[in-house]
């Protein structure tokens, strides 16, 4: 299993309908931090597939831009819908058929979360509005709840191409506001299955956006 390693990713896209790969995820993810370290893509690429070729197990790509880092993890464990992924170091997130719910490791972790409402929206490329709440640990070891109301808008076609899935996907956006803060989630969700196979989505005020590619 890979550590975790600075890098940046970069997408390309033309018209409506653009393609996704492991490699190129999130153009301009870290550019915008205007962070320095930026990785040879053909390495980034060779350790993926060497992950891949690893093990026959579920695996993501994920970037954090809080931490400017890159990670691919390992599906861990499976309680009901939820997905557990982990890295070596003991580091891991939650999601819940591709949303996230919870992470450990990162600092300013969400402990839990309520995000059915938006699931259900994302997951069937349904514009509406939800509810969701993210539940912090204070330096006092209080649960803190962040309570945002979201705003799905589905969007046009794309094909998520990477690891294993060459996909055709809808884009659906995310825009969240809460007492103190905004933030906008995007996701690729499986034109057949309703499967968020990558998405970009807002952990906490440290950490800021962690992108996540499925690799298989």
Avoid at 3 to 32: I, P, R, W
Avoid at 69 to 80: C, D, P, W, Y
Avoid at 126 to 150: F, K, M, W
Wanted: hydrophobic share 40%; net charge positive.
């Amino acid at each position: 299993m890979l550590g975790l390693t600075c890098m940046m990713l970069a997408s390309c896209s033309s018209g409506d309908d653009y393609e996704v790969n492991a490699v190129t995820v999130a153009k301009g993810f870290f550019s915008k931090n205007k962070k320095p370290a930026q990785p040879d893509q053909q390495q980034l690429a060779a350790s993926v597939q060497a992950a891949m070729n690893a093990t026959d197990a579920p695996l993501i790509l994920v970037a954090i831009s809080g931490r400017n880092v890159v990670s691919v993890m390992q599906k861990i464990e499976t309680n009901g819908p939820y997905d557990t992924y982990g890295t070596s170091d003991r580091r891991s997130i939650t999601l819940k058929r591709g949303i996230l719910t919870a992470s450990r490791g990162l600092g300013e972790d969400i402990m839990s979360s309520d995000v059915a409402p938006v699931l259900s929206l994302v997951t069937n490329r349904r514009a509406g509005s939800a509810q969701r709440v993210h539940r912090y640990l204070d330096g006092e070891n209080v649960i803190v709840p962040l309570e945002a109301t979201c705003t799905v808008r589905p969007g046009g076609r794309v094909r998520v191409v990477a690891g294993d899935l060459n996909r055709e996907a809808i884009a659906v956006t995310e825009d969240c506001r809460a007492q103190t803060t905004e933030f906008q989630n995007s996701y690729q969700v499986d034109v057949a299955s309703g499967r968020i196979l990558q998405s970009r989505q807002w952990i906490s005020p440290m950490n800021g956006y962690i992108v996540i590619q499925s690799l298989r």
